[in-house]
Nanobody, 121 residues
């Protein structure tokens, strides 16, 4: 069993910053990838940022230059720092984890419940 705990969502003033956190816990050997997706009502889910175990990272063009993704490996946690929040950023943000499971029949991909980010003027 693997659990993802997300935090950091809420109401953010335009131009402000938000820090999203996702911590993985449970039984697994290691984590291959941790990512943040977002989905606004009526729209498809899109990848915001991703980071792999070897340190490679990806930032979507929509948030590039104002967002940073990082990990705390000791805590199995991924962080998304988003600055200069804009009106196009409101969405439910979901944590995604791809891991190496203990048993071959076990699930290796997990989604968080999602955390809402709302922007005010």
């Amino acid at each position: 069993q693997v659990h993802l705990v997300e935090s950091g969502g809420g109401l953010v003033q335009a131009g402000g910053s938000v820090l999203l956190s996702c911590a993985a816990s449970g039984t697994f050997h290691s984590i291959n990838e941790m990512s943040w997706y977002r989905q606004a009502p009526g729209l498809q889910r899109e990848l915001v940022a991703s980071i792999t175990s070897n340190g490679n990272s990806y930032i979507a063009d929509s948030v590039k230059g104002r967002s940073t993704i990082s990990t705390d490996n000791a805590k199995n946690t991924v962080l998304l720092q988003m600055n200069n929040v804009k009106f196009e950023d409101p969405a439910v943000y979901y944590c995604y984890v791809d891991l190496n499971e203990v048993y071959y029949w076990d699930q290796r991909r997990y989604w968080g419940r999602g955390t809402q980010v709302t922007v005010s003027s």
